[in-house]
């Protein structure tokens, strides 16, 4: 204990338990003879002369890391001006789709107070059924609208 400048056995045990948990000791305990028999021990030194090999494997290691960072670094580049466009494009289509309704809620409107049945371009259409389903137009307004005189089918 005195060459590992251990102070008691606890220190000692704690020392080889840390050991074993790195995966640096592989040992059993032999209860009857009061030992640890190690089967097995990962060496960390190396010679004066390894210097050199180590120190070129990190820095392979290194320019490694570094190319993927610059490819992370691309990659997330490329992935926030896609989301950038994506944005910019659903507004546009938000945009057209809000005028065309628009449109179409001014035609049919016209058409109403003309007492005209209604003829809409297929593009109107969508809008207006479309609208329909998520702007509180209801069956009798829908039916009105189509068939000119709200005399539709019930």
Known sequence: MSLLDLADVRDLED????CIYNNLLSCRLDNKQQQLIVESVASRDFKVEDAGKLFEQLHKWLAHVEKVEK???TKMKDVS???EASVVHRKKVSEKADAIQAEA?????????????VAMNPSMMAAMLGMMSGG?????DYEQS???QGHGHH
């Open 81 to 83: 001006t896609r989301i």
């Open 105 to 117: 809620i001014v035609e049919v409107e016209a058409q109403r107070k003309a007492r005209r049945p």
């Open 71 to 73: 490819m992370v670094e």
């Open 146 to 148: 189509h068939h000119g």
């Open 15 to 18: 020392l080889v338990l840390t």
């Open 136 to 140: 509180g137009y209801g069956q009798e």
